[in-house]
Each structure stands twice: as C-alpha cells, then as structure tokens.
Nanobody
Framework: QVQLVESGGGLMQAGGSVRLSCAAS????????MGWFRQAPGKEREFVVH????????NYADSVKGRFTISGDNAKNTVYLQMNTLRPEDTGVYYC?????????????????WGQGTQVTVSS
C-alpha cells in the first residue's frame, strides 16, 4: 500500500511561484508513475503532469508546459511540483497520484493511489 501526503499549497499572487510536495510511503516513488492533477471549483479533475523515472518519461499538460516542473528526491521519497509564473486559472486543489503501471497516462482512473490534496489559490 502506498500513502501520499501533499503539502505546500496556499494563497499566491499571479506571477508568483510555489512548490508543492508529495511525500510517499510504502514504496519508492521511483518504482511508480507519479502524477499531479488539479481540480478547480465546479470543474472536473484535470491532468497536470506525470513522470516515470524508470522509463524516463515526462509529460506536461499544455496549460502548464514551461511553467511547472516535476522532480523527485529519492532520499526523502518525495515528489515535488515547482509552479512558476502562476496564473489565476491555476487555482484549484492539487492532488498527487501514483500508478503501479509504467505506462504513462493522463487519465485519473488509471492511478491507484491518491493524496488528500492541497489547495492552491492564485489571486490576480
């Protein structure tokens, strides 16, 4: 069983930066496909980024490409999402997710484990 705990959200101004953390336990994140998703009020959960360190694949949603970066710290078994040049439309609850499959997917239904989410609010 894998547990994921996100942290790092808050209230930010447009143009600012924030780094979200996803602490994993139960299994090294490097053996999983890790993803970040977000859900804005009244909208469906949407894909942000996924990465599989074993196969070396990374994929970003077009809306965040060039602004967000996923990374990981093996010693801490923690995955990060660095979010730069924030926009009001980045507002939402951000979820860390993990899939046992090495095949990358943008579909939330393909992820086996989820964190509780952390709120990110970007003011204009």
């Amino acid at each position: 069983q894998v547990q994921l705990v996100e942290s790092g959200g808050g209230l930010m101004q447009a143009g600012g930066s924030v780094r979200l953390s996803c602490a994993a336990s139960g299994r090294p994140f490097s053996t999983l496909t890790m993803g970040w998703f977000r859900q804005a009020p009244g909208k469906e959960r949407e894909f942000v980024v996924h990465k599989n360190w074993s196969v070396g694949s990374t994929n970003y949603a077009d809306s965040v490409k060039g602004r967000f970066t996923i990374s990981g710290d093996n010693a801490k078994n923690t995955v990060y999402l660095q979010m730069n040049t924030l926009r009001p439309e980045d507002t939402g609850v951000y979820y860390c997710a993990a899939s046992r499959s090495p095949i990358p997917s943008r579909e939330s239904r393909n992820y086996d484990y989820w964190g509780q989410g952390t709120q990110v609010t970007v003011s204009s």
